[in-house]
């Protein structure tokens, strides 16, 4: 059974940045099939996605356009976990962050977001 | 960016009844492939959102029967044939064919 385990402070003073970690157990951050994935949920925005990375012959990173000059997704291959460090943030950045796998089957089959950390309440507040 | 809409965004539903939800794309999720990359969640309260239906009508493992997904292209449905208590949440359809991954608003649904 895969799991994500999410860690990160719950609070982040504006401007600073933001740093979360998600430990994987159940499967490899190097998966030929997955996508490691953060996506955050405000009253205000709903479900965002934020970025992704994942491993096929090398790494890949995509990230969405409204974080992209801040946000840096890694993994880290001894640790099997993967990471989010979004950075300046503003109270604008509150929000639920989770970590999330999507999986693609054989020939561009799609299953979608099928496993989801448990969500890490981050407030940016002084 | 493909936007997603829903409709409609709240609903209640007497136990034992059925009930549907709309989500549009504003570009067909349907490439040369044959799959639909629309995915509908249910995230029920305090929880996380889990997958209910991949690829516009495949039940994910271990989603009850009473949950169906249909429609392509731009167009697609959820439909409930029965609904239970253990139902109540917001439904969530979400495209994966191409980044930024993008969601819908979301549809609450409680029970009368």
């Known amino acids: 059974q895969v799991q994500l385990h999410q860690s990160g402070p719950g609070q982040v003073e504006p401007s600073q940045s933001l740093s979360l970690t998600c430990a994987i157990s159940g499967d490899s951050v190097l998966s030929n099939s997955a996508a490691w994935n953060w996506i955050r949920q405000s009253p205000s925005r709903g479900l965002e996605w934020l970025g992704r990375t994942y491993y096929r012959s090398r790494w890949f990173n995509d990230y969405a356009v409204s974080v992209k000059s801040r946000a840096t997704i890694n993994a880290d291959t001894s640790k099997n976990q993967f990471s989010l460090q979004l950075n300046s943030v503003t109270p604008e950045d509150t929000a639920v962050y989770y970590c999330?796998?999507?999986?693609?089957?054989?020939?561009?089959?799609?299953?979608?977001?099928?496993?989801w950390g448990r969500g890490t309440t981050v407030t940016v507040s002084s | 960016d493909i936007v997603m809409t829903q409709s409609p965004l709240s609903l209640s539903v007497t136990p034992g009844e059925p009930a549907s939800i709309s989500c549009r794309s504003s570009?067909?999720?349907?490439?040369?492939?044959?799959?639909?990359?629309l995915i509908w969640y249910l995230q029920k309260p305090g929880k996380s959102p889990q997958v209910l239906i991949h690829l516009g009508s495949n039940r994910a493992s271990g989603v009850p029967d009473r949950f169906s997904g249909s429609g392509s292209g731009t167009d697609f449905t959820l439909k409930i044939s029965r609904v239970e208590a253990e139902d109540v949440g917001i439904y969530y359809c979400m495209q994966g064919l191409e980044t930024p991954l993008t969601f819908g608003p979301g549809t609450k649904v409680d029970i009368k």
């Open positions: 570009q067909s999720l349907l490439p040369s492939n044959g799959y639909n990359y």
């Open positions: 999330v796998r999507d999986e693609r089957g054989a020939a561009d089959y799609y299953y979608g977001m099928d496993v």
